[in-house]
């Protein structure tokens, strides 16, 4: 009896300080975010009234929610795409497609990965700064100034409502495919050695290698891949706010919900509407991570 | 007879190395020429960076690739005093010292406790814990700047955990990053042999002790791992200190970082920007040198689970 009262005394106290600090920090301010989501709340002192789906009419009426929509869903396609392909082609070469015969990695490929990977361990907003210089317009640009010299014209990657989008999504990928890279490595080094080198033998090119043998192998690292890379693209924020024109420009060329929901929140303080565009913003990756789930019940290659 | 030897190894290394060469076809010159481009696009921006923190303000307005005629190391003098990039590295180091401990110790025993003891209630905990990983932090940004102004207001310790305080900064991180350190370290505590704690137990050793003499130690490895996740998670962090730093001598690294070049403006010291930036990377460098076996591990086990 004793035993029992100081086993349940000690998961009590074990509990207690993490559980509290969970609900109060952040299960709380989710379930407000759903009611201030419904009320008119503007200003640190007014008081909020309730006004029901209101917020979400005018959002879906908003032409600067639905630039941030298309954003964070071009993004949603291209940042996996791009880093995946990316990433999955240096993994293969570093270790698998040396080019010589057997199956062994580029000479190297420990070099490779470690600076590859280096991006990864940077802030974001220190990266965003970073990329705020060298994509600066004239020929102190690190990469403009080479153009110039060139004598070809500057590209304006920040200031061209066309082409700011695509920078943002280069320098995304620039801090990313490093530690895909790394993921992929540790994928097919659970891959048995045999199987590449039965399939060299039987006279497997390094295409038919990579397509008929690593990438079925892989699929499951991929679909990893995916999910984390669709979650960044829906979440992004600091290289947004930070590296752009006007925090989200030029002209909300680049803008994204959560800058959206910062600049209604803390600069124009509609504390409503922010929420209501958070409650949006859940809806979406609750979607998103339900629909992979969905998507990648798959048989298992065993081996 | 031993010099023949010698000879005959020497020579058909040769051969071997002849070998190899002629196999390296275009095919395996364009696989180096690739990680090499790769390699530049992720060297160059940092090495550039680090040059333009030496040159003068007229050089960096002047041409990018352009060599400095002395090298100004008192930029980083401005930038760590003037810039206060010393104050928000500190800042960084005392915020991330505090939650970094904080969350391990709080998410340890938690996932110890949902792991090993099976009560009325744990699955519910435990979900709890780990639909946290779903939510997006956008959405409870609002409701979180008023949650912890209110923590303001309680009495006796309010003044210490509310608005522009460290430790509310240092609780908001500590709780925020429970849903995926109590998810890893339950997943990993399950793996850990229960007979070496029973028979502690049995020898009349308390839970208690047998979870920081016993069960810690044999975790070790998931520890590391989880503490070198959080450590960068926390350190890069700059969404939360946005919202719950307004003040500028309490800011951290991140925050200062970003300010110097979306609020400077027109009389910004471009130098001094370019020298902070390099004061922010250059620990990283070291830190991820140092240990990039255990970063790059720490960072991948997480996905791989």
Redesign the interface.
């Given at each position: 009896m004793f035993n029992t009262y100081r086993r349940g005394l000690f998961i009590t106290a074990f509990l207690a300080a993490p559980v509290t600090l969970y609900l109060v920090y952040v299960i709380s301010p989710y379930i407000q975010a759903f009611y201030i989501a419904t009320t008119d709340w503007r200003g640190v002192s007014a008081t909020p009234n309730f006004i029901g789906l209101d917020n979400f009419v005018r959002l879906f009426s908003d032409g600067i929610f639905w630039k941030a929509v298309t954003h964070n869903a071009a993004l949603l396609v291209l940042l996996p795409l791009f880093t995946i392909v990316i990433a999955l082609f240096f993994a293969f070469l570093l270790n698998v497609g040396s080019g010589g015969r057997g199956v062994a990695g580029v000479p190297g490929s420990k070099v490779y990965r470690v600076v590859f990977f280096f991006p990864q361990v940077l802030a974001v907003t220190v990266v965003a700064v970073l990329f705020q210089q060298v994509f600066r317009p004239d020929d102190s640009g690190m990469l403009n100034g080479p153009l110039m010299a060139l004598g070809l014209s500057p590209i304006s990657f920040l200031s061209d409502p066309g082409i700011a989008f695509w920078s943002v999504l280069g320098v995304m990928v620039w801090q990313a495919v490093g530690f895909y890279v790394v993921l992929f490595s540790a994928g097919l080094a659970s891959i048995p050695r045999d199987m590449f080198e039965a399939a060299a033998i039987d006279g497997a090119g390094r295409v038919s290698l990579f397509f008929r043998i690593t990438l079925p192998l892989l699929w499951d690292t991929v679909q990893v891949a995916w999910v984390y890379l669709g979650i960044l693209a829906l979440d992004v924020f600091a290289i947004v706010w930070v590296m752009t024109d006007q925090q989200g420009g030029p002209d909300y060329s680049t803008t994204v919900m959560a800058t959206e929901i910062y600049r209604n929140a803390f600069e124009y303080f509609r504390f409503g509407y922010a929420s209501a565009l958070g409650v949006v913003m859940f809806f979406f990756t609750i979607g998103f991570a339900i629909l992979s789930l969905r998507l990648s019940r798959r048989e298992r290659i065993e081996y | 007879m031993t010099t023949m030897t010698s000879w005959t190894i020497a020579n058909s290394r040769k051969l071997a190395r002849q070998e190899?060469r002629r196999?390296?076809?275009p095919?395996?010159l364009l696989?180096?020429l690739?990680?090499l481009l790769?390699?530049v696009?992720?060297?160059?921006?940092?090495l550039?960076?680090f040059l333009?923190s030496v040159k003068s303000e007229d050089e960096?307005?002047?041409?990018?690739?352009s060599l400095p005629a002395t090298l100004r190391w008192d930029n980083f003098a401005r930038a760590w005093d003037q810039v206060h990039i010393g104050q928000y590295f500190l800042n960084s180091v005392i915020v991330v010292a505090f939650s970094v401990t904080g969350t391990m110790l709080?998410?340890a025993?938690?996932a110890?406790?949902?792991a090993r003891?099976p009560?009325r209630g744990n699955r519910a905990?435990y979900l709890?814990?780990v639909s946290?990983l779903?939510?997006?932090?956008?959405?409870?940004?609002?409701?979180?700047?008023?949650?912890?102004q209110n923590m303001g207001n309680v009495p006796l310790i309010g003044p210490f955990i509310g608005l522009n305080t460290h430790a509310g900064l240092v609780?908001?991180y500590?709780?925020?990053s429970?849903?995926f350190t109590?998810f890893f370290l339950a997943a990993f505590f399950r793996t850990l042999p229960t007979a070496v704690g029973e028979a502690a137990m049995v020898d009349g050793a308390?839970?208690?002790r047998v979870?920081f003499q016993i069960m810690l130690p044999m975790a070790r490895p998931g520890l590391v791992s989880i503490t070198i996740f959080n450590v960068?998670g926390q350190?890069?962090q700059?969404?939360l200190p946005?919202?719950l730093l307004q003040e500028r001598d309490k800011w951290v690294?991140?925050?200062g970082?970003?300010d110097?070049?979306?609020a400077a403006g027109y009389d910004a010291d471009w130098a001094a920007?370019?020298a902070a930036?390099t004061l922010?990377?250059l620990p990283?460098?070291i830190?991820?040198t140092v240990f990039?076996r255990q970063?790059?591990s720490g960072?991948?086990m997480g996905?791989?689970k």
């Open positions: - | 190899r196999r390296m076809g095919l395996a696989t180096h690739a990680l790769w390699t696009l992720t060297v160059v921006p940092i550039w960076t333009a960096i307005f002047g041409a990018a690739w709080l998410g025993m938690a110890y406790v949902l003891y009560f905990v709890l814990f946290g779903a939510f997006p932090v956008y959405l409870a940004l609002t409701p979180l700047f008023f949650v912890v609780l908001v500590i709780a925020y429970m849903p109590v308390s839970h208690t979870f960068l350190w890069n700059y969404q946005l919202v690294l991140t925050q970082i970003a110097i070049s979306t920007l370019f930036l922010a990377i990283m460098l830190v991820y990039q970063i790059q960072l991948t996905a791989l």
